[in-house]
């Protein structure tokens, strides 16, 4: 246990002291405030352009924003913030094989494995401070404007997308087990993300896919409940287990 | 009682064979000397040690305990300085110290007095900067540090003076001397007078084999001599010299060497006593790990 909390330290001092840390909270709440600025912000674009849109025979009437608006925009602009945050950390573990950083630990006997844990952890929880962090400045601004009960299953529906974010992470440390550099990490999250979505238009398959936990849209209407997204919740939770447990051997085998 | 056991290492990279059979053995207390040329395996073999890489075949036993690739625990009798270590730059060499402490498993009060020794023995003792702005000689200081941190019973290290400048390589050297006392020192290096100055033993590893290994005195008494040197007084003693012997090669205008046995010294000497030609000196030249080196490499 010391060894891997020794290790988790060393990752906080690496994000703290390398900038990261103070970036991606910039970033969050950036994020956060956007939402609700944007849809309070609506009403005024709206009749700056409506002289524009009447030529074009639309007739701007009265525009009437809520937290509703505020909430689609802030999951709208969450899988932005989940861009920035694998771009931001998708070389935690290639900067080590490269640098040869990971030789000196390792050799002073700490265990592969506590390795991938230390690295998965410090993933986790910076995922759901930043997130955390971004949803509680929405969910300020919005109950300050406009009223938060209007979105219904909001809690749910943020969890969901919390998930899908442990997913993204989980695929992260899988990546970053099997490949050299970052931009292939990136690349192989993009494409597995893509992938997830394709399935996900398949009828059939809809239910299962992880991207289906993106769709927060009919749970804050109130036209699903969270129960609609079990079986997609399931699959992606053994999928995180399966991409870290899949990791450890990978690296435990790698030749550094 | 060796520290470490080699036996019959085998390693290929693709198609190269890097290690043929490798069998090396290292007693306590010595500090060893791991000679080769670049790309003769020795780097391999010390990763090879620390269970970083996968041998095709062949046993090795660190204070009898066998290595096993990826997840070893022999590791913790070993400290290990690679050729460029790389630190956290991030991080003051406390703090890193401090972290593999943690890792290895020591308790907190251990770690503050071995860090503070440890940094007191390199020369780092009264440094607060970060790693980010350390020169390469201080870095290579950093890394015996945390290689000693653990109290290992073998300290290895990969070519650790072939990159400073000779005030950073006296200065490891002297680290390494220092420290023979508490741990048996593996070093691979080509820098073969830095092996005479410090190491008890050495081995010469050639064509993926150790071609020859002992103590430093055993391995020069393999070669008696490597020739003579006479200096006459006159130049044209040394060119009667060159006319009367065959295969002796002028050095300088009056001085003459020659590869051979003794017996055709006292030939010369026979010769120079005969016709009174007046010497200055007569030289035996020393056996040196460099010519020991050539021989064997090449």
Same mark, same amino acid.
């Given at each position: 246990?010391?060894? /891997?909390?020794?290790?988790?330290?060393?990752?906080?001092?690496?994000?703290?002291?390398?900038?990261? &840390?103070? =970036?991606?909270?910039?970033?969050?709440?950036?994020?956060?405030?956007?939402?609700?600025?944007?849809?309070?912000?609506?009403?005024?674009?709206?009749?700056?352009?409506?002289?524009?849109?009447?030529?074009?025979?639309? =007739?701007?009437? !009265?525009?009437?924003?809520?937290?509703?608006?505020?909430?689609?925009? &802030?999951?709208?602009?969450?899988?932005?913030?989940?861009?920035?945050?694998?771009?931001?950390?998708?070389?935690? &573990?290639?900067?080590?094989?490269?640098? #040869?950083?990971?030789?000196?630990? /390792?050799?002073?006997?700490?265990?592969?494995?506590?390795?991938?844990?230390?690295?998965?952890? /410090? /993933?986790?929880?910076?995922?759901?401070?930043? *997130?955390?962090?971004?949803?509680?400045?929405?969910? #300020?601004?919005?109950?300050?404007?406009?009223? !938060?009960?209007?979105?219904?299953?909001?809690?749910?529906?943020?969890?969901?997308?919390?998930?899908?974010?442990?997913?993204?992470?989980?695929?992260?440390?899988?990546?970053?087990?099997?490949?050299? !550099?970052?931009? #292939?990490?990136?690349?192989?999250?993009?494409?597995?993300?893509?992938?997830?979505?394709?399935?996900?238009?398949?009828?059939?398959?809809?239910?299962?896919?992880?991207?289906?936990?993106?769709?927060?849209?009919?749970?804050?209407?109130?036209?699903?409940?969270?129960?609609? *997204?079990?079986?997609?919740?399931?699959?992606?939770?053994?999928?995180?287990?399966?991409?870290?447990?899949?990791?450890?051997?990978?690296?435990?085998?790698?030749?550094? | 009682?060796?520290?470490?056991?080699?036996?019959?290492? %085998?390693?290929?990279?693709?198609?190269?064979?890097?290690?043929?059979?490798?069998?090396?053995?290292?007693?306590?207390? $010595?500090?060893?000397?791991?000679?080769?040329?670049?790309?003769?395996?020795?780097?391999?073999?010390?990763?090879?040690?620390?269970?970083?890489?996968?041998?095709?075949?062949?046993?090795?036993?660190?204070?009898?305990?066998?290595?096993?690739?990826?997840?070893?625990?022999?590791?913790?009798?070993?400290?290990?300085?690679?050729?460029?270590?790389?630190?956290?730059?991030?991080?003051?060499?406390?703090?890193?110290?401090?972290?593999?402490?943690?890792?290895?498993?020591?308790?907190?009060?251990?770690?503050?007095?071995?860090?503070?020794? @440890?940094?007191?023995?390199?020369?780092?003792?009264?440094?607060? +900067? +970060?790693?980010?702005?350390? $020169?390469?000689?201080?870095?290579?200081?950093?890394?015996?540090?945390?290689?000693?941190?653990?109290?290992?019973?073998?300290?290895?290290?990969?070519?650790?003076?072939?990159?400073?400048?000779?005030?950073?390589?006296?200065?490891? @050297?002297?680290?390494?001397?220092?420290?023979?006392?508490?741990?048996?020192? @593996?070093?691979?290096?080509?820098?073969?007078?830095?092996?005479?100055?410090?190491?008890?033993?050495?081995?010469?590893?050639?064509?993926?084999?150790?071609?020859?290994?002992?103590?430093?005195?055993? @391995?020069?008494?393999? +070669?008696? $001599?490597?020739?003579?040197?006479?200096?006459?007084? %006159?130049?044209?003693?040394?060119?009667?010299?060159?006319?009367?012997?065959?295969?002796?090669?002028?050095?300088?205008?009056?001085?003459?060497?020659?590869?051979?046995?003794?017996?055709?010294?006292?030939?010369?000497?026979?010769?120079?006593?005969?016709?009174?030609?007046?010497?200055?000196?007569?030289?035996?030249?020393?056996?040196?790990?460099? $010519?020991?080196?050539?021989?064997?490499?090449?």
């Amino acid at each position: 246990m010391k060894p /891997l909390l020794a290790f988790m330290k060393k990752e906080c001092l690496e994000t703290v002291r390398t900038g990261k &840390f103070m =970036i991606l909270m910039l970033l969050f709440v950036l994020f956060g405030i956007m939402s609700p600025a944007i849809a309070k912000l609506t009403p005024w674009l709206m009749e700056m352009f409506s002289d524009a849109m009447a030529e074009s025979g639309l =007739i701007v009437s !009265n525009i009437q924003v809520d937290a509703m608006t505020s909430w689609t925009q &802030f999951f709208k602009n969450i899988p932005m913030a989940l861009i920035a945050y694998v771009l931001i950390f998708s070389d935690i &573990f290639t900067k080590e094989y490269k640098s #040869g950083t990971l030789l000196l630990v /390792l050799t002073k006997g700490l265990p592969r494995y506590k390795v991938v844990l230390g690295k998965t952890l /410090l /993933l986790l929880s910076f995922w759901t401070l930043g *997130y955390g962090l971004c949803f509680a400045v929405t969910y #300020g601004y919005n109950s300050y404007f406009w009223d !938060n009960g209007i979105a219904d299953n909001l809690f749910p529906a943020a969890a969901v997308w919390w998930l899908f974010g442990v997913w993204v992470i989980c695929l992260m440390v899988l990546f970053s087990a099997l490949l050299q !550099n970052n931009a #292939g990490v990136s690349l192989c999250i993009g494409g597995t993300v893509l992938l997830a979505y394709v399935l996900s238009i398949i009828p059939k398959v809809r239910a299962y896919s992880p991207a289906v936990l993106m769709n927060t849209g009919s749970l804050l209407l109130g036209a699903e409940e969270a129960s609609a *997204y079990i079986k997609a919740i399931v699959i992606t939770v053994a999928l995180c287990i399966v991409c870290v447990s899949v990791s450890i051997p990978v690296i435990d085998r790698k030749q550094l | 009682m060796d520290v470490l056991a080699i036996q019959n290492l %085998k390693k290929n990279f693709g198609s190269k064979k890097v290690l043929c059979g490798l069998d090396l053995s290292v007693p306590e207390h $010595s500090i060893f000397g791991f000679i080769g040329k670049n790309g003769a395996g020795k780097t391999t073999t010390m990763k090879a040690i620390l269970g970083l890489l996968r041998v095709d075949s062949g046993e090795i036993f660190c204070m009898g305990e066998k290595v096993h690739f990826g997840q070893t625990n022999t590791n913790r009798y070993i400290g290990y300085l690679p050729d460029v270590p790389e630190f956290y730059s991030y991080m003051t060499p406390t703090e890193y110290l401090t972290l593999c402490g943690e890792i290895c498993g020591m308790d907190r009060a251990d770690i503050i007095t071995r860090r503070k020794e @440890l940094l007191e023995l390199v020369g780092l003792g009264h440094e607060r +900067r +970060r790693i980010k702005g350390f $020169s390469r000689g201080m870095k290579q200081r950093l890394g015996i540090a945390q290689a000693l941190l653990g109290r290992p019973k073998l300290l290895i290290c990969d070519e650790p003076t072939s990159a400073l400048d000779p005030a950073g390589r006296k200065e490891i @050297l002297d680290i390494l001397l220092r420290v023979k006392e508490q741990t048996t020192a @593996l070093f691979s290096t080509h820098i073969l007078s830095d092996v005479e100055r410090i190491c008890t033993e050495a081995a010469f590893l050639n064509n993926g084999k150790i071609a020859m290994q002992g103590t430093i005195a055993e @391995l020069r008494n393999r +070669r008696s $001599s490597d020739g003579f040197i006479i200096e006459t007084e %006159k130049k044209e003693a040394a060119d009667t010299l060159i006319k009367v012997f065959g295969g002796l090669q002028r050095t300088g205008q009056n001085a003459l060497v020659f590869h051979g046995d003794e017996d055709r010294l006292f030939d010369i000497m026979q010769y120079v006593a005969e016709n009174r030609m007046p010497v200055q000196k007569i030289e035996r030249i020393e056996p040196t790990l460099e $010519s020991l080196f050539l021989e064997v490499t090449t």
